[in-house]
């Protein structure tokens, strides 16, 4: 039994799963009727949360950026309609830190494949040129992956388990760079084991929900903790995508990257906050 994963293949040999016919039919099944009721849960969570954050955050003492938002007990400041997304916007003594979640299979493939941006506007004002931006994961056409969520959400809790893993091997494979804009002393291009105070992280849990981390020193930031300035931050989910991929999977485009063009890309899903640190 095998899975495609961007032209590479996930063997589920005979001997690590000894299931009938019947068995896997049966467990295929199961999965297929309860996927309704995990949407209908989120659903219903969603219809309760503002679209855009409506207050500061204090963050756990426990918070990791690892991809996992249990330390939030998967519970969010908002959830986001145009882009999808559920998240929360929460800072500590010397960190902000944006915490994001993706039910939809169309939008998780959005989110791995188109990156997601994060833009700082100190200024509070939406046009400040010289606005801190990070866009994660960001890569070029050739290493960019896909997902079919929607084939894998369907799967019996076993197989599930199984390409979980595998779809998380692929991301760690894939994820290694982030872009960076505007942040004194970082690089334009960094990996995410740098050295700038900046961490990412993303994943897929068991039910296959996707999560992304981030977390940004506010002195990379140039914003003063003791500060009650207000400042506006953008989300931007896939940022400039191309029409007609493979596929149709999105992906960054930049002007330094040979073979895209710029005529086809269009911005996507994206919204506009405030914020103000939260004190402790």
Same mark, same amino acid.
């Given at each position: 039994?095998y899975?495609?994963?961007?032209?590479?293949?996930?063997?589920l040999?005979?001997?690590s799963? &000894?299931?009938?016919?019947? &068995?896997?039919?049966h @467990?295929? @099944? +199961?999965?297929?009727?309860?996927l309704p009721?995990?949407?209908?849960?989120?659903?219903?969570?969603?219809?309760?949360?503002?679209e855009v954050?409506?207050a !500061?955050?204090?963050?756990p !003492?426990?918070?990791k950026?690892?991809? *996992?938002?249990?330390?939030?007990?998967?519970?969010f400041?908002?959830?986001?309609k145009t882009?999808?997304?559920?998240?929360? @916007?929460?800072n500590?003594e010397?960190?902000?830190?944006?915490?994001?979640?993706? /039910?939809?299979?169309?939008m998780?493939?959005?989110?791995?494949?188109?990156?997601?941006?994060?833009?700082?506007q100190k200024?509070?004002? +939406?046009? *400040?040129k010289? !606005?801190?931006?990070?866009?994660?994961?960001?890569? /070029?056409k050739k290493?960019?992956?896909?997902?079919?969520?929607?084939?894998?959400?369907a799967?019996?809790?076993?197989?599930?388990?199984?390409?979980?893993?595998? *779809?998380?091997?692929?991301l760690?494979?894939?994820?290694?760079?982030?872009?960076?804009?505007?942040?004194?002393?970082?690089?334009?291009?960094? /990996?995410?084991?740098n050295?700038?105070?900046?961490?990412? !992280?993303?994943?897929?849990?068991?039910k296959?929900?996707?999560?992304?981390?981030?977390?940004l020193? @506010?002195k990379q930031?140039?914003?003063?903790?003791?500060?009650a300035? +207000?400042?506006?931050?953008?989300i931007?989910?896939?940022?400039?995508?191309i029409?007609?991929?493979?596929r149709k999977?999105?992906?960054?485009?930049?002007?330094?990257v040979?073979?895209y063009?710029?005529?086809a890309?269009?911005?996507t899903? *994206?919204f506009?906050?405030?914020?103000?640190?939260?004190?402790k």
């Open positions: 039994m899975f495609v994963f961007k032209k590479r293949f996930v063997t040999s005979r001997r799963i &000894t299931l009938t016919y019947q &068995t896997m039919n @467990l295929n @099944l +199961k999965g297929l009727l309860a009721f995990i949407l209908i849960t989120f659903i219903a969570a969603a219809q309760k949360l503002p954050q409506p !500061a955050v204090w963050a !003492a426990n918070i950026i690892d991809g *996992d938002a249990n330390e939030w007990n998967y519970k400041q908002a959830y986001n882009a999808g997304i559920y998240y929360t @916007l929460s500590n010397d960190h902000l830190f944006l915490t994001v979640q993706a /039910t939809d299979p169309d998780i493939n959005k989110l791995v494949a188109g990156g997601l941006t994060l833009t700082i200024s509070g004002k +939406k046009n *400040d010289d !606005a801190a931006r990070i866009i994660y994961p960001y890569f /070029t290493n960019r992956p896909y997902f079919n969520i929607k084939a894998e959400q799967y019996s809790p076993v197989l599930k388990d199984s390409v979980v893993k595998a *779809d998380n091997k692929q760690d494979y894939l994820m290694k760079t982030i872009s960076v804009s505007n942040i004194s002393g970082v690089d334009t291009l960094i /990996t995410v084991n050295e700038n105070d900046i961490k990412v !992280a993303e994943a897929f849990n068991n296959l929900v996707y999560t992304w981390e981030l977390s020193g @506010l930031l140039g914003i003063n903790p003791a500060s300035s +207000k400042f506006a931050y953008h931007s989910i896939g940022d400039l995508v029409k007609s991929l493979e999977a999105e992906v960054n485009y930049t002007t330094d040979a073979g063009n710029n005529s890309a269009i911005p899903y *994206d506009w906050g405030e914020y103000t640190l939260a004190k």
